[in-house]
């Protein structure tokens, strides 16, 4: 059963070791945290980078435009924020995996913390959440098996899953929830490794499953398409799934052998755009399948998104910055200030910047292009 964020940390502590061994003096490495449930599945990146033709491969420029990036330090230490949402009242919402809580940030700054009800509800590092269709936030409680809701008043509702009826055996160690997304129909979907299926939460309390073709997909991220159908990763079958509103179910593969895609987006044309964990790589996948991936060599991306100048953006979890990737294949990287700390969900603000968790230094980045290069990119 997937632990999507205990897989993530395997990766990157493998890079690190073969990155070391090229090295004449390599530099300290972050002791491991926690044992890593896939450590079997990890693949050298350099070997899948082989696996691209030229004409995919993305054009890095030399110099970067200008940016400006802020970091706004959590109250809370050890928090660990994973997901970050732009959330229902003009502010932003993160997920504090390392102290069971949700935060809000505004766009000055100014940051709040809801604790949840619950202890030890969260799981550490992954934290997905999503605005529902009722406004409020809705987020995973993965060590208890259920689903939370926070009201912008800090008002918290708790509702249990009893996927044992259904034939799941509820298992605290394992994934129970993870991408949440507000349905085109008025109802909210997630997504379950640990019963290999897409939910279906209607706000009267009917709760559907669509149990996945793919034994063992491990389905994560979840996003709505312009043509009112869901998109989903699958990490551990290496593919993409699509789900219709009636439920019908199609999946696709991604080119890269154990790509480990873990969330995903709808680009500015249409198309959904994926992060390749162990692949190093942007994808791009259209309606009927195709796949293109562009490398971003060394960032290890993580969360993606579409930022205000309709370009992708990404956090580079190995590499420490930000990435930038044009529908043209421009790619660009931007470094964050403080060092070793991870970054790892992002998302555009209201504000027109880019906002991103960093886990491993309990802040919130804040990143802001030039208003000349915004505008230039933007057409």
Not at 70 to 86: D, N, R, S
Not at 320 to 334: A, H, M, Q, S, Y
Request: net charge negative.
């Amino acid at each position: 059963m997937l632990t999507a964020s205990y897989a993530l940390r395997a990766c990157f502590r493998h890079r690190q070791v073969v990155q070391g061994a090229h090295r004449q003096h390599a530099g300290p490495r972050r002791p491991a945290r926690r044992r890593a449930l896939f450590g079997s599945l990890v693949g050298l990146t350099g070997l899948c980078l082989l696996l691209v033709p030229p004409s995919a491969a993305a054009t890095a420029h030399a110099a970067a435009p200008p940016a400006s990036i802020q970091e706004y330090p959590l109250p809370t230490p050890g928090a660990q924020p994973g997901g970050i949402v732009a959330g229902p009242d003009g502010a932003l919402c993160f997920y504090e995996t390392g102290s069971n809580g949700i935060g809000r940030i505004t766009t000055d700054g100014q940051v709040t913390e809801f604790p949840i009800p619950t202890a030890d509800a969260s799981q550490l590092y992954q934290g997905f959440l999503g605005v529902g269709p009722d406004g409020a936030l809705w987020f995973s409680e993965n060590r208890t098996i259920s689903l939370g809701r926070l009201t912008m008043d800090g008002q918290f509702t708790e509702t249990p899953l009893d996927m044992t009826v259904r034939g799941h055996l509820p298992d605290r160690a394992s994934t129970a929830v993870l991408g949440l997304v507000a349905g085109p129909d008025g109802a909210l979907w997630f997504t379950s490794p640990l019963s290999n299926s897409i939910w279906r939460l209607a706000m009267d309390g009917q709760l559907d499953e669509y149990v996945l073709p793919t034994p063992d997909a491990s389905p994560a991220g979840i996003v709505v398409a312009p043509d009112d159908s869901l998109w989903f990763a699958e990490p551990t079958a290496n593919q993409l799934g699509r789900i219709t509103l009636d439920g019908a179910i199609s999946e696709y593969p991604i080119p890269t052998p154990n790509s480990f895609t873990v969330r995903l987006t709808i680009g500015p044309d249409g198309a959904v755009w994926f992060a390749e964990i162990r692949g190093d790589k942007i994808g791009r996948m259209d309606a009927d399948g195709q796949v293109t991936e562009y490398p971003v060599t060394g960032m290890t991306p993580v969360g993606i998104s579409v930022g205000p100048d309709s370009a992708l953006w990404f956090c580079g979890f190995a590499s420490n910055e930000v990435g930038r990737l044009t529908l043209d294949g421009t790619f660009e990287r931007f470094a964050v200030p403080t060092p070793k700390n991870v970054p790892y969900h992002i998302v555009a603000g209201p504000d027109g910047a880019l906002w991103f968790t960093e886990q491993d230094t309990n802040k919130i980045g804040r990143l802001e292009l030039r208003q000349a290069q915004a505008a230039t990119s933007a057409h």
